[in-house]
């Protein structure tokens, strides 16, 4: 009987210690001890790492609206361009020196853009019967077209018109306002809403 009571208890033990062995590996372990200094520290890169993600992004978007403005800029130059006059000496049809430079500077846009019709139109000043005016309008708009034809724009984007001394840019009966009606205007009529920029 000895030694039952010998086993029962080495039993009665050997049971008590798996259950205490059990138990304590079904409790967790408490956290480890957090000071404030390691919290703030965290709490801080947290927050550094923030906003330097949102300068990140602030910085990108910028770079976009920046991108975005220079092409808009550089959109409007590109219409600028195509849709600047031309002017005449008096009574005469010849492109100028300088209007040559400015018809020059129409080409890398036509050429960029296939789909973009200009429509050109002659002007006059005030002196010279209206016959005489609405022909020597035509006879301008026509040297503006038979200079970009020759090019390389196609004949077929190119409409001219002659409005003789029926528009005048300057009012007046002197050579300044004779100046700046003696002239060739440039209007895009399709293709400009989907201008593209020639390519540098």
Do not use: W
């Not at 062995?21 to 200094?37: F, I, K, Q, T």
């Not at 018109?161 to 009966?173: K, L, N, V």
């Amino acid at each position: 009987m000895n030694s039952m009571t010998r086993v029962g208890t080495l039993l009665v033990g050997v049971i008590v210690t798996l259950t205490a062995c059990s138990r304590r590996r079904a409790e967790p372990e408490p956290p480890p001890a957090v000071n404030a200094d390691s919290a703030t520290l965290a709490d801080a890169a947290a927050r550094a790492r923030e906003d330097s993600i949102a300068a990140a992004n602030r910085a990108r978007e910028d770079s976009i609206a920046a991108a975005n403005g220079d092409r808009e800029r550089r959109l409007g130059e590109a219409r600028s361009a195509v849709t600047a006059a031309i002017y005449f000496d008096y009574d005469r049809a010849e492109i100028t020196d300088q209007a040559r430079t400015t018809l020059d500077a129409k080409l890398p846009i036509l050429t960029a853009n296939s789909g973009l019709r200009i429509r050109i139109a002659g002007h006059t000043d005030s002196r010279g019967s209206d016959e005489y005016n609405l022909a020597l309008g035509q006879r301008r708009a026509a040297a503006a077209k038979r200079y970009l034809v020759g090019l390389g724009v196609g004949a077929d984007r190119i409409e001219v018109i002659s409005y003789g001394e029926e528009r005048p840019a300057a009012q007046g009966e002197d050579e300044s306002a004779y100046a700046q009606n003696r002239r060739d205007e440039f209007e895009i009529t399709a293709g400009g809403d989907n201008l593209q920029l020639p390519q540098s």
